[in-house]
């Protein structure tokens, strides 16, 4: 059976002989990963963004996570202001009578730099982390060395002690799964926070995590996590754009280019 990653080549390989120049950017090209109907007013604003968000050295392929978050964001944001369309907070399970502001690439933590994919912020504080993966196999390690350790221990343990089983805080369990108790740990932070993951049911190396995030954040953080799949999230987003051609389109040409043909 072909893998999730070989089927999603496949698929994006057909979207690129519709949409580019070629099956495969190369890095100089790698402004045609934003979908053309946003493409223009994208990268405008990109360029003038302060503080100035880094690209992923990888953002040029087709399978680029932060080129889908992008695309699936931006189209909703005024770009003026930041505030965030109530039709995509609906589509989140977000109430869409509160204002949210977007940003991408998030730094709250200066001295550790975790990173969040999309973040939103609530007028009155509240902060919603999102982490967005598409053809990747795992949520991220870490190395199980002193000093990575020490680094882990000084940025996270302690925002994450109270909150999670002791089983995950094992140096080669944390260390396995890093990238998902880093993001936990803005939870402690704020209290006043959520997190919601963003990958395809499809992709069966990340549904298998599935049951990981679950117990992770089943001692007391289980209702600010939430795990949406990509699959229905732009169905609900579809059916909410129904009524605008232009933003329509968008998200038709998103699917084209991010889920696997059967389930566009």
């Known amino acids: 059976m072909d893998s999730y990653q070989s089927r999603l080549n496949e698929n994006q390989a057909a979207y690129a002989a519709v949409h580019l120049p070629s099956q495969v950017l190369a890095p100089a090209d790698y402004r045609l990963n934003i979908l053309s109907g946003v493409r223009e007013r994208f990268w405008a604003w990109f360029d003038a963004v302060k503080p100035a968000i880094e690209l992923h050295e990888s953002f040029h392929r087709l399978d680029s996570s932060q080129a889908m978050a992008f695309n699936l964001v931006f189209p909703f944001m005024d770009t003026s202001t930041g505030r965030v369309d109530t039709r995509l907070l609906e589509c989140l399970g977000l109430p869409p009578?509160?204002?949210y502001d977007g940003a991408f690439q998030k730094v709250l933590g200066e001295k550790?730099?975790?990173?969040?994919?999309?973040?939103?912020?609530?007028?009155?504080?509240?902060?919603?982390?999102?982490?967005?993966?598409l053809a990747e196999t795992t949520f991220g390690s870490g190395e199980n060395d002193p000093e990575h350790r020490r680094i882990f221990d000084r940025d996270c343990r302690a925002f994450l002690a109270d909150r999670i089983d002791a089983e995950w805080l094992i140096d080669e369990t944390s260390c396995k799964h890093e990238r998902i108790l880093r993001l936990v740990a803005y939870l402690g932070r704020y209290p006043d926070s959520g997190l919601v993951f963003i990958y395809p049911k499809a992709n069966e190396s990340l549904t298998d995590s599935d049951n990981v995030i679950k117990r992770i954040v089943s001692?007391?953080?289980?209702?600010r996590v939430a795990i949406l799949y990509l699959e229905p999230l732009l169905a609900r987003i579809l059916e909410a754009t129904k009524g605008d051609a232009a933003l329509h389109a968008h998200f038709l040409q998103f699917c084209q280019k991010y889920l696997l043909a059967q389930n566009v």
Do not use: M, W
């Open 112 to 133: 550790e730099g975790t990173r969040c994919d999309v973040y939103l912020e609530e007028a009155g504080g509240q902060r919603i982390f999102f982490n967005l993966k």
């Open 97 to 99: 009578i509160l204002h």
């Open 219 to 223: 001692k007391s953080l289980a209702p």
